[in-house]
């Protein structure tokens, strides 16, 4: 009798720890992880970008990661590395769409101040050659 009963404890307390002990996948983490490396795609970033690049293969380490911690036991599942290297995406994909997006206004600004000193020098020759038109008269 004290033999089946101490059984059916520890059955249930195993069964009662996993329940309130298992861990789930950061699945929040996961989804704003891809949706920073989309963005980071979507604004034609170069792929050779070196943060982008490092945000891709730490996303696929981490998905790698993942994957290994569900195939273990419930109770010895730990996703806080796979936690911490999709934080590093997003840090990494929202980096790179950063300097793209800083480095094409400043490209866009170069290339306005550029046609601005084209147009000036052109209307100053068409000035000068008026004057000097005006002059032989």
């Known amino acids: 009798m004290k033999r089946s009963l101490l059984v059916v404890l520890m059955v ?9 002990n298992t ?6 983490e996961l989804s704003a992880a891809k ?9 034609n970033i170069d792929p050779a970008n070196a943060d982008f690049k490092k945000a891709k293969e730490t996303l696929s380490a981490a998905a ?3 994957n290994a911690q569900d195939k273990k036991w419930s ?3 730990d ?14 994909a929202d980096k790179a769409l950063g300097d793209h997006k800083a ?10 101040e550029a046609k ?7 209307k100053a020759k068409a000035e000068a050659a008026k004057k000097k038109g005006g002059k032989k008269k």
């Open 79 to 92: 996703y806080k590395k796979a936690q911490s290297m999709l934080a590093e995406v997003k840090t990494l």
């Open 64 to 66: 790698a990661e993942l």
């Open 12 to 20: 249930a307390s195993m069964a009662w720890l996993s329940a309130c």
């Open 23 to 28: 861990q789930k996948a950061p699945e929040q």
């Open 75 to 77: 109770l010895t599942r």
């Open 35 to 43: 949706a920073a490396m989309d963005a980071a795609a979507a604004a």
């Open 103 to 112: 480095a094409m206004e400043a490209k866009a600004k170069a290339e306005a």
């Open 116 to 122: 601005a000193k084209a147009e000036a020098e052109a």
